[in-house]
């Protein structure tokens, strides 16, 4: 049988703790939010904002996450957020933080497994599944480094990643195009 209840000896009296038993911790790790998240923050921020900055020509550190940008816009910026990525103009910071969150309650839950496997995360102290899944998992953090990076060098501007979309979109369609003729 599972205990529920335990008691911890403090000198002369007992700490009650219970733990709930519909709980399921995903991972070990904390998001914690941007300064915009509280009342007192300043207006510094730390994704540096300034003039936009065009990304260099072989800025494979984001293009190569195209698939991880519409599903991110698609599955949770869109539906559950109503947002797209220019609302994050002003503040790049909480762009970083709903895809960590993002992460977090939505793609762990679904790719990870609570038994011990040879497919373990450790910046995460996670088990995946299988390897497919650990590597899904993987990409998702670099996908998180890449928008961070990408951030940095733009000087903070979030509409880079809808102008990125929609120029891949208009790509494809040009060689669907070139395809049938």
């Given amino acids: 049988m599972r205990k529920l209840f335990s008691f911890i000896p403090i000198t ?5 703790i219970s733990s709930p038993r519909s709980s399921r911790i995903i991972s070990q790790r904390v998001i914690i939010p941007p300064r915009t998240h509280f009342k007192q923050a300043s207006l510094n921020m730390s994704t540096p904002r300034h003039e936009y900055k065009q990304l260099p020509e072989d800025s494979n550190y ?9 599903q991110f816009e698609k599955e949770y910026l869109q539906s559950v957020l109503k947002k797209s990525y220019n ?6 910071d909480e762009l970083v933080f709903q895809l960590e969150k993002y992460v977090e309650l939505h793609v762990l839950p679904k790719y990870s ?9 450790p910046q ?10 650990k590597v899904i998992v993987e990409r998702y953090l670099e996908f998180i480094n890449a928008v961070r990076l990408t951030l940095r060098l733009n000087g903070g501007h979030s509409f880079i990643f809808d102008v990125l979309l929609k120029a891949k979109n208009v790509f494809d369609q040009l060689e669907k195009s070139k395809l049938k003729h």
Avoid: A
């Avoid at 002369?12 to 009650?16: G, M, S, T």
């Fill in 12 to 16: 002369h009296r007992y700490l009650f």
């Fill in 113 to 121: 497994s609570q038994n011990p496997s040879n497919y373990f995360i």
């Fill in 62 to 70: 984001i293009e190569n996450f195209y698939s991880e940008l519409e």
């Fill in 124 to 133: 995460l102290k996670v088990y995946c599944g299988g390897l497919s899944d």
């Fill in 87 to 92: 609302s994050f103009e002003n503040d790049p």
